[in-house]
């Protein structure tokens, strides 16, 4: 732990970060698993699910929580099923 104020204010305000990072990387995956399952299911709202997915699929490359190859991969995937 360190000793100096402002040290100890970065380390709460990363850690604060990183939840906030990780929190939007699980929607994103959750998001994504729904859309897969709704087209597999030929759900009725599968179109709203998958734009859902791709918005937040944006969000996630916007800042830099994955790469833009991957992105544009798990897209296109969501796409072609």
Known sequence: M?????????VKTNQSAQEANIAQK???RTAVKRAET?????AENTDAL???AV?????AVKNNHI???K???VK??????
């Open 76 to 81: 296109s995937q969501l796409m072609a099923k």
């Open 38 to 42: 709704a087209k597999a299911e030929n």
């Open 26 to 28: 699980n929607a994103m």
């Open 67 to 69: 790469h833009a190859n």
């Open 71 to 73: 992105a544009n991969r």
């Open 50 to 52: 998958v734009s859902q």
């Open 2 to 10: 360190p000793n100096i104020k402002s040290a100890i204010k970065r």
């Open 55 to 59: 918005k937040l699929i944006d969000k």
